[in-house]
Every structure is written in structure tokens, then in C-alpha cells.
């Protein structure tokens, strides 16, 4: 078996980076110079959206059952890196925002509602979608915008402040209060194709302007006693919260993921930037320091991959358990990706601050990897979300010996066509990635070197770790799984997700023994991501040892020079 990505996949990717072009090339009409002066005002890429849209980027989000390419939700992801990569202003403002939309349709709408959404996406025009509310944040329970019953149908009443595309979406899937009763289920979503409006019951409220992702256009919509049909709801009335939970596990799993890209380019601009730069009479990629903090962010690259990689396949292979997943993924991986990029502005020094020049590219991505820590949902909401599943996780599966399947460990590898009407809304207190990393450890092959040594003796500290939280979560107090629980409290979710990714990792490089991927087969990697995930809680990560560090200094220059990707999948790039 191999973990090259399938044929279809090659061929598509191929086609984007065609499409795109080198980004660093200064010729490129489409690369990072033109995608700064983009920025610089305050514009979506009009040339970047025209090649997106000659690609036909939209069918991306479209499952294969509406006339789409949507079937693996890995592909998806390793789609939209190639625009990240390049502006993740194209990767939301074009793309992810519709996506998001989409999801909530293939889950819950009807066939026309799909048929109709897939329609816009196909040609190239836009879905927004209208979750929040700046009153409430990410407390949906406590929206205000509501559909009320009316004389034919619904009324729509009250507004949606901050929504990407709200202006060029033709058209909506809005979250809405659809009966006055407390509850959970007084919520409904709503598919609202803007075209069939009556005029005078629609306003467009202002422009955000925002420091980061300057050319997404942020705006609001607000109705005054519109009328819509009762079939423009998505699936049961009442159950549009459910609705919104079990596409969150898909949104949150894949949108962080994309954002993979943004690190990757920040990487390969640093690593030009002390390639090139001479102090003290040598390269300052000669420095030592220099080339620790560059190999730890690869190394943080990879971590993240990884750990994203494995939540996604679940998505496909462990639907029951993705309700903890993407929440961890969430979590982690925003954060990792935005701490790397915060170490390597420190190496660029001045350089990362200037808005012209050969890195000027990196002041936008720092600006705009922001979003992937609150956007959609703050990395603080996931973070409530997983605690009060502790006490519960802790009696149901950590005591156990559940073991994920190995394919849910083979990057690129086949997988079934994901059907988003197989997500659950909890976990019931069941997830099997934990406890891999015990049973992988029992059957880890036999090898030898410091860097074997090292994964195994890492290994052997997460089982340990996830015993002890076992103990610690299963003694909670119901004080203790809200809001108003302590900061030590908190800590435990930071330490149980950490075991996530340190089994994520080693149950990869333990099952690329089979395959053809002799990358994947080095135990550096993942020792490597082990060694800094055991960091105590809130200090800097460590770094590496030189038998861990110099051979990811080695396979980052390697790939820098052949121009291939960071990720676990060393893909070939323009």
C-alpha cells in the first residue's frame, strides 16, 4: 500500500497549482506580489477568484450525488491548502465560506434545496450562512433573528451582524429562533434564496473593515417582516441546532486544516529569508538558533497535519466519535499553526513587519492566520465543549483497550464516500484514539537509534498521562463542567487532547511500516511531535534535540529546494 494521493486527486491538484502558479515568482500574475497589492486595498483578488472560477472550484464543495467532486473530505482539504497557501483571503472569501454553508444543506436539506445549492456552487456563485450574533457570540441557544409562524408561512424578523459574502452570496442558510418557547429545540436553519425576496424586507447593514483577511467582505443582513415558504427550512423545524452541531464536526475538522497551507508558506518565505541573509560572516541559516526554530515549526507543521489528517479520516471511518475530535482539532491545531507563525516573525525580526519587500507576504499571513483561532467558533468555545465530556470519557473508554482501525492511520489511503447524514450530535462518552497508543506501543515494531528510543519512551509518558487523567476526570464534580470551572480544571482538556495527537502521530508512523513512505516510516517525525507536545501547560515548547532536529532541517531544505509541500504528504507544488 501507498500513501500517494489517488489518480483523480493528482490530477485536480495538479490542474489548481497549473492554474495558480508559482507564488513566489515575481512574474506570476497571480502570485504573492499581486495578491499584496490585493491587500494593501482592501480587496478580494479579482484575478485570483477569475482562475478560481475558470477551475470551477465551487463543484469542490458539492458531493458527487448533486454533480460535484465533493466525496472525500481529505481531498477537500488538500484542495483548498493550495489556496491558503498562496491567500487564504481566496481560501475563505471565495471558497470555505460556501463550503460552510454547504454542509448544513447536504445534512439536513431536502433534495431541492441540494439541487438548488449545488446549481449555485457548480456556476461558480455563492451560499453564505448566518450563524451568529454579536449579542451572543457563540451562544446559539440565545438567538434573537427570528422565523416565526406567519399568515403564509414564516416571517422573518431581526439581523445577522457579521457574515462573509452576505452582499455577493445569491443566497443564505440562516440560523433562527422558530418558536418562543426556551429550548433547544426553537431553533430552526433556513435556506433563503435571496432572488425570490419581496423587495422592502431585506437591508444590507455596513462593511467590517478587519487587520486581517482585509479582502473578505464581512457585513450583515437584517429583515423586517419577510415572508418566506415553510419549505425553506432544512429538515425538521426545531432541530436546526443538531442540524448546526453535526456539520460543526466537519467544519471545525477541515477549515484549521486548510490553514495548514498558511504555515507552509510562512516556512518556505523564512527559510529563503536566512538562506539568503549573511550576519556575522555566514548565512543566518548557519545560525544554531536559527535552524532550531525553523525545524520546530516543520516539526509543528507536521504535528498538526497529522493529527488533522487522522480527524478527518474519522469523519469517514468514526463518525460516532467526531463530536470529540473536531473540537480537539479545533483546539490544538489552530493554536500550534499560530505559535509557529509567531516564532518564525521573531527569526524575520524588522523583516516580518515590512508591508513591501521579498517577505512582505509574511505580515499578511500573520494577520491572516488569526481567524483560524475564533473564526467559526473560538478555540475557547471547543474547548468548553470537550470538558464536561471528561468524567464520561474518562468511565467509558479510557480504562478500555478499544483500538481505532489502522486505516484511519494511512494518509491518502481509500476511503468510503462520506455521507453527512452518519454524523452524530455526542460521543456518549466513546472514542477509541486514546487508547491506540497503548495497544500500538505493545506492538510497536523492533527498531533501534535515538530517535526509536525516544517515540517509544515519549509513548510509554502519554499512556501514563491518560491513566492519570482517567483518575483525576472520573472524580469531577458537576462544579467543575462549566463555564465557571477552575484554570487547573481547564488544563485537563489541553492534557487529554495532547494524547490525541500523540497517539495521532505514533499510530501513523507505526502503521507506515506497511506502506511505501519511507518519510512516514522515520520515527524523527513523530518523536519529534512527542517531545514537544510533553512541554508543561503554558510554557514555551521544547526544543529539539540535534539527533531529532538535524534531520528535519535536512528534509526541510530538501523540500524547500524541490518545491515540494510540508505536510505529511510531500505533494509536488508550482
Known sequence: MTTAPTTALTARLHALESALGDPFADDNPLGLHAVLEADERGEMFEAGEQALHAYGLGAEFVPTAFGGRLDRLDHLVEIMRSVYRRDPCLGL??????????????????DEHCRQAAELLRSGRRVAVAYHELAHGNDMAGTEFTALPGPAGLVLNGRKEI???VRRAEAVVVFARTAQRPGSRS??????DKSRLPEGHMTYLPRYRTSGMRGVQLGGIEFRDCPLPDSAVLGT????????LRSFQVTRTTLVSMFTGVLDTALRLTHAHVVGRRLYGRTAADLPHVRSVLSAAFSDLLTADCFATVATRALHLLPAETPIYAQAVKFF?????????NRLSAVLGAHFYLREGASAAFQKLLRDIQPAGFGHAARAACQMSLLPQLPLLARRSWRGDATAPPELFHPGADLPEFDFRRLAISAAGRESLSTSLGAGLAAMPQGGGAAYTALREHGEHFVRELAVLAEECAALPPSELSVGAASHTYDLTTRYVNVLVAAACSETWRHAQDLDDTFLADPVWAAAALHRLRTPSGAPRASLPDHLEQPLWAELVDRCAQARGLG???RPLA
Not at 94 to 105: K, Q, R, T
Not at 237 to 244: H, I, M
Open 187 to 192: 431553533h430552526s436553519q433556513l435556506f433563503v
Open 237 to 244: 423545524p426545531g432541530q436546526g441546532l443538531e442540524t448546526a
Open 333 to 341: 491545531v489552530s493554536k500550534t499553526l499560530m505559535d509557529a507563525m
Open 163 to 165: 457574515i462573509t459574502n
Open 93 to 110: 472569501g471565495y471558497g470555505a465560506s460556501s463550503f460552510i454553508a454547504g454542509v448544513n444543506l447536504w445534512a439536513a436539506g431536502s
Open 568 to 570: 505529511l504528504l510531500p
